[in-house]
């Protein structure tokens, strides 16, 4: 079998990782990779702006499968090109996407579903913003409604604050992710993270994990794409997790009631309030670091996985999973979530990937033709560490981190803390 990947991110190489470890020994294309996924795959350059294009290549290269990764080809209908050809993939059409291609869409059809989420209300104008926050106060949520690399929202302690995040955003800062903006009621608890499998019918969840969104040490900082995350995650008890798993089947429900076949991914962000979870965001794929611990810890063939999911018949698999726990840290560039420069030397991936239980995944990596790796991104590399107990996960991933070095190497010193205590294990 013969499979492209789409993507080039530490969520692309964990999927890639997971795939050519298949008993079914795929052949596997990456588009664009990284330094990471071309000692697996061939890397190969495709724009993933172009469905056309990308159905055109996957003809012409006889691809059997298609897994997309980042959210901005699911957006611009990928997904509905290749189905329209045939081909079979992972990843819902344009029409799912738009539950995270638009968090206004996502918002009113929580709100017409009865789905458990805050307040909130759709705001197209700086008049619009002043008026109701004069009426809501602080502290309160501002998000770009499209889709803006996980940067886009702003949890605001003041209502000055919360107008000029709402201001900034419509002014162009995160160009046309920007032209609408959500404004959220403030809501309380622990974070997590729950995804599934889904084919329209089947819902399989994963494991819970938790994302730290903040670029520093004690959740301070400015939001990021993901700073480091664990799973699963101690704080959910069964019956939070029944909870959550039954919204996650409401909303493939509700979509289909609307006339929205979803399939691949369904990713729930949630908040575990005192009445009960409540959505936060939805994504329309594998999260990015999440899919770094939570596929080293399937034990289920993903690509069987994969495929039932794509050909519509995921009642056929029972997902297994390893009873450890995984920890992953993720090395980002100096600046980062802001500019920083990229082309740095990065060396001790060796040598830390010889530690019991550690994997290396690239993100923004690169590799030169004379085989020398630098980064490329603003998060280069996520170190992730699976044992037994999150102590021995975070001190093996931490014990990793030191190996590995490149200039203006930046990272969370807390990644997985959280678990340790929740678990009783410190």
Sequence with gaps: MRIL?????????????????SEHAPEVFCSPGNGGTAALATNVSITDADPAYIAEWVE??????????PEAPLVVGTADMLAFD???????????????????FAKDLMERHAIPTGGYRVIYSEDEAAAYLSEAGAPIVVKADGLAAGKGVTVATSTEEALNAARAALDGYFGPAGETVVIEEFLEGPECSLLAFTDGETVLPMLAAQDHKRAFDGDEGPNTGGM????????????????????????????????????????GGFILTADGPKVLEYNARFGDPETQVLLPLLKTDLLDVVLATAQGRLHEIELEW???VAVSVVLASDGYPGSYTTGKVITGIEEASKIDGVTVYHAGTQLRPDGTLVTSGGRVLNVTAIAPTFA????????????????????RTDIGLRALMAAGEG
């Design 5 to 21: 990947v789409l993507g080039g991110g530490g969520r692309e190489h964990a999927i890639v990782t997971s795939l050519v470890a």
């Design 60 to 69: 012409v290269n006889k691809i059997d499968l298609v897994v997309i990764g």
């Design 86 to 104: 045939g081909v079979p993939v992972f990843g819902p059409k344009a029409a799912g996407a738009h539950i995270e291609g638009s968090k206004a």
């Design 228 to 267: 480091g995350v664990y799973a699963p995650v101690p704080v959910v008890d069964k019956a939070q997790m029944a909870q959550m798993v039954a919204i996650l089947e409401k909303t493939v429900a509700a979509l289909h009631s609307e006339n929205i076949p979803y399939s691949g991914v369904l990713y």
């Design 322 to 324: 390893r009873e450890d």
């Design 392 to 411: 021995e996960a975070r001190e093996r991933a931490y014990r990793a981190v030191e190996c590995v070095s490149f200039e203006g190497m930046q990272y």
